[in-house]
């Protein structure tokens, strides 16, 4: 579904992704993890375009992509982002419908049809004509989450959903994120929520410095970590 | 001189000062019509940091604003012939030429300046609307039209107001190049019926109203534009 | 395009100095730096007096102050210089050109200046001066040694972009005849008759070098943050 083959990556004279090789099979959940700094945003973010790697192929869905800075997106990547980057002049309504409308050519009656079933989904349908500021951090992520949705991708970016997120607001964003991880979604979330991880995922992947470290299903990972540096990067998170 | 006497103004005189302001008012609305336009290209262009462009931006943006526009109307007065193609001066010829010569310089001088304020009003917007609006695959265009200006435009309607303002002031130094605005009919009046301080006092009055006006209907527009998150789109059913 | 017949050397010298080494006149950049200097140097002191009474919370003080301002910034430049080389006349009061020049660049630049000055003084982040009463200072020593040394970082910015309009605006003087650069520009350039590109171009690139160095020269005086020392000697 995603195949990521001998990617480099570098800003300005930094290189930050250095000769990775990621794969996602279709219906995957996989858990992206690591220290700060180790790349695991940019890393998802040259699955969609938002970066550009310098040198290696990203193929996403069989096709490969070549991203220009002024080229569009593929739509059917959905992206969420840490800081949820609703439209602050839209309301929550307007903000699902936007892509369908101007992307996808979708009717009006559709796309609203569409963005009050999601917004069901998601558990937030009471808000749909209000704006974003006047919901609650948690309220911003699930709505971020039905408006990719709304896009009827293939695979979702998760890029560390809930990091700006406080404590409290945190299980109903991943409870979303569980419903359609079990409704056979193609998912890759960077994600610093371990208990989740292991829970949800099929694979986690463990990043330090520009590579991928090791690569294993939930139970592997953290009974039995092959390397090093995952050793320690699990002891310093478990004793939370 | 025979004391202060605004009535010693006969009609002649304010039919003068009359065309003087219409004259002004033409000029500023043309000026600030291709201002902008400049101004909003040239503020995208520096914002997106194309190489080799956007350098040649600042060159021009630093160019126009660190010369004196008296220098730049009389520039483009007496060298347009000289500068331009033939096909450009030509029109400008037929457009009236001193007028034309003033909109080109003032256009220029306060582009620049509505180019910054156009830059860092689309930097003052978070990356993540950008990276938001390109996930969902929307265009450049769209991207622009539908979610940056509306943000944008909250943020500069206040320093655009002030260049507004500015360049209605600027028209007056038109005058130098034989553009009959407001201030040069001062000067007509001045020197041909020797009423030389009412006359200035109605034309400072005058200034004094029109630049009030538009500082108002500006602060409207800034409160309308931040009280309702006024959507562009006719997206709901 | 003939650069050799602008830039002779009696050119150049008449665009630096009028005719200061022919008949003692000054003119030319000499003169645009002479009235801008002055004028820069005036109209910041009238400026930050003005600043401080529109700051001010008590009606007597802001509300003259506003009006001042209010007035000046809408009205153009050129009109002032015309009441205060015109009108006086009428009041048998002699003007000189020089005169007119500077007080009216100094009154317009001035109430640009308040509004800088107040700005910096309202940056100033109110729970600042809050620590600075709990540690005990009294109100002079704390305006003085906290107050004042944050807003005047404040304005560095804005006023440099005053002091670079004020430069500009003294192009004015050209209108009332007064020998500035950009009046020994034209002169050049009437008699040349065919060659007014390069006089221009002249002009601008003077006019830019100068204006680019004070930008310059206030940039420095913003980061180089020993220049805060001097209020702060403890």
Redesign the interface.
């Known amino acids: 579904m995603v195949q990521l083959e001998e990617v480099w990556k570098a800003y300005d004279s930094n290189p930050v992704l250095k000769g990775v090789n990621f794969h996602v099979q279709r219906g995957e959940v996989v858990a992206l993890c690591g220290p700060s700094g180790s790349g695991k945003s940019t890393l998802l973010k040259c699955i969609n375009g938002l970066e550009i790697v310098d040198r290696g192929t990203v193929t996403v869905n069989g096709v490969k992509r070549s991203f220009s800075r002024f080229g569009t997106l593929d739509p059917k990547v959905g992206m969420v982002f840490q800081s949820f980057n609703l439209f602050p002049h839209l309301n929550i309504l307007q903000n699902l419908m936007i892509g369908p409308r101007l992307v996808l050519h979708a009717s009006r009656t559709d796309a609203a049809e569409r963005a009050m079933a999601l917004l069901k989904r998601v558990g937030i349908i009471e808000k749909a004509h209000d704006y974003p500021e006047t919901l609650s951090g948690g309220q911003q992520q699930r709505v971020a989450i039905a408006r990719a949705l709304c896009m009827g991708p293939e695979v979702m970016l998760f890029d560390e959903p809930t990091s700006a997120l406080d404590p409290e607001m945190i299980n109903e964003v991943l409870d979303v994120m569980r419903d359609l991880a079990n409704d056979g979604m193609t998912m890759v979330a960077v994600t610093h929520e371990m208990g989740f991880a292991r829970e949800v995922a099929d694979r986690i992947v463990f990043m330090d410095a520009g590579q991928i470290v090791e690569s294993a299903d939930p139970e592997s990972f953290f009974l039995n970590p092959q390397e090093e540096r995952t050793r320690q990067f699990i002891s310093k998170i478990i004793k939370h | 001189?025979t004391g202060f006497d605004l009535g010693a103004l006969d009609r002649t005189a304010y039919v003068l000062i009359l065309q003087g302001l219409l004259m002004t008012c033409k000029l500023a609305a043309a000026s600030l019509f291709w201002a902008a336009l400049v101004g909003v290209i040239v503020g995208t262009i520096r914002w997106s940091k194309l190489p080799a462009i956007s350098q040649l931006c600042l060159a021009y943006i630093?160019?126009a604003?660190?010369?004196?526009?008296?220098?730049?109307i009389?520039?483009w007065y007496?060298?347009a012939s000289?500068?331009l193609p033939e096909w450009a001066f030509m029109r400008l010829r037929n457009a009236g030429y001193e007028f034309s010569a003033a909109v080109v310089a003032l256009s220029l001088y306060h582009g620049a300046f509505i180019a910054e304020v156009f830059r860092a009003g689309l930097n003052a917007i978070?990356r993540?609307?950008y990276?938001?609006?390109?996930?969902?695959?929307?265009?450049?265009w769209?991207m622009m039209t539908?979610?940056v200006t509306?943000?944008v435009g909250r943020l500069i309607a206040p320093p655009m107001v002030n260049e507004a303002?500015a360049l209605v002031?600027?028209?007056?130094?038109a005058?130098?190049i034989g553009v009959a605005e407001l201030?040069y009919e001062?000067k007509q009046i001045?020197n041909f019926m020797f009423r030389?301080?009412e006359a200035?006092v109605v034309?400072?009055a005058l200034?004094?109203v029109l630049?009030?006006i538009l500082?108002q209907l500006g602060r409207l527009l800034s409160n309308r534009l931040a009280a309702r998150?006024?959507?562009i789109?006719e997206?709901?059913? | 395009m003939d650069w050799a017949r602008v830039w002779t050397g009696r050119n150049w010298e008449r665009l630096l100095v009028g005719n200061l080494f022919t008949n003692g006149e000054v003119g030319g950049l000499l003169l645009t730096m002479e009235i801008g200097l002055l004028a820069i140097i005036l109209s910041t002191v009238l400026g930050a007096l003005l600043g401080i009474l529109r700051h001010s919370r008590r009606r007597l003080l802001w509300v003259p102050a506003a009006a001042y301002i209010e007035t000046l910034r809408n009205i153009p430049l050129l009109i002032l210089v015309f009441w205060a080389y015109f009108v006086p006349p009428y009041f048998g009061v002699q003007t000189s050109k020089f005169g007119s020049v500077l007080g009216a660049l100094t009154l317009f630049t001035a109430a640009y200046i308040a509004e800088v000055v107040r700005g910096g003084l309202l940056a100033v982040p109110p729970g600042v001066v809050d620590a600075g009463r709990a540690l005990g200072l009294s109100r002079s020593q704390n305006q003085l040694r906290v107050v004042l040394p944050i807003a005047f970082f404040n304005m560095i910015p804005a006023l440099s972009g005053r002091y670079v309009v004020a430069i500009k605006n003294t192009s004015l003087a050209f209108l009332i005849g007064l020998s500035d650069l950009t009046e020994v520009g034209k002169e050049i350039s009437n008699v040349l008759m065919t060659s007014p590109v390069e006089v221009y171009v002249t002009l601008m690139l003077i006019y830019f070098s100068v204006n680019t160095l004070i930008s310059h020269a206030m940039r420095l005086i913003e980061t180089r943050r020993r220049f805060g020392r001097i209020f702060v000697r403890l």
Not at chain 2, 131 to 140: Q, S
Request: hydrophobic letters at 45%; proline letters at 5%.
């Open positions: 001189m630093e160019l604003r660190n010369t004196p526009p008296l220098v730049q009389l520039f007496f060298s000289v500068v978070g993540g609307q990276d938001a609006a390109r996930a969902l695959g929307m265009n450049f769209q539908r979610i509306p943000q303002v002031k600027s028209t007056s130094l005058l130098a201030t001062y001045d030389g301080v200035l034309v400072t200034y004094l630049c009030l500082s998150h006024t959507a789109i997206v709901t059913a």
